[in-house]
């Protein structure tokens, strides 16, 4: 039998995930928006370039909650971007009432998936994925620390003339400008970038790291970053599709793991056929704790900002 994953958000991540699918050609794609002309008319352009990929998959567009059935993932990507004079909180619960609709709409069809969160702020939305869905946690996962250690990578690859394929990154904490680069924990062929780089050099990767995604935005102008998201989101549902148990930094819901509980976080974990298989439990040193809470304040703030709205 086929795989079969739906991608919820027709947008730039949601669109660019099923074009990286669909051109793998490892799972037929539903894409789904509440707008159903901009679901269908990707998905058919995106059908149309199977065949020149020579990719036996299909892909269809949909309105329609019925079309995701028998998902194995549902990857969660719709959501409103923020606009100007809208602040934070107004986007998180204007995202957190996507968030609940189409989780529901989704996990009615699809009861034995694994649900993989992009929408931002990710961490709170991937939380309320989990309780909308009342699933296992480990199948509610967030994408971002993927991302983030891609970009920590590559930045260091530009800074030594490396290429990124020798560089391991690992960065933890909530996906926001708190999230914390882990240089001890980051290294090129086993070689930690703190024996390669000076003080400076990393803490200015650092900082280009966590203000990855507004450099991105500031160059654009409009919309955010979307080849590089949707690339780390195919690399999370690979490992869940073909039980890769790779050992990736997700945002997983933490159940006294570094001392919290009741909360998604970034952590790394090892992710496979059933989701989160194990969580990573890091000895962090003190400075590295200090940031790492700060960071877990953050995701905290907002949650309960939810809660008590
Ligand atoms: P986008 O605006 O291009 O796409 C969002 C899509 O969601 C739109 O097509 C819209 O019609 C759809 N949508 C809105 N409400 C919906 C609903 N109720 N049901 C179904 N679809 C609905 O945005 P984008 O660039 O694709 O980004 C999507 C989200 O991913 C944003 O929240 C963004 O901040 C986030 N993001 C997260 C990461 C990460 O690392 N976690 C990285 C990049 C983007």
Redesign the pocket.
Known sequence: MKNKISV???????ATTAELIARDGFADVVL????EG?AKGKALDISEACSLWSSPVSVIGTASFIDTADSDIIII?????RKPGMSRDDLLHA?AG?IK??TEGTVRQSPNSIIIV???P?DVMAYTALQVSGFDHRRVI???GV?DSARFRTFVSLELGISPQDIDALVLGG?GDQMVPLPRFTTVKGIPITELLHANDVNRIIERTRSG?AEIVGLLKT????YA?AA?TVQMVRAILFDERRLLPCSAYLDGEYGIAGLFVGVPVVLGGKGVEKIIALELTKDEKSIFDRSVTAVRTMIDMLKSS
């Open positions: 919820v958000g027709a947008g730039n991540v949601g789904y928006d509440v707008h901009i990507t719709a959501g409103f971007p995202n996507v609709e189409v992009v929408t931002n990710m967030g994408m971002g991302l996906h995604g919309g955010s970053a979307f998201p780390a």
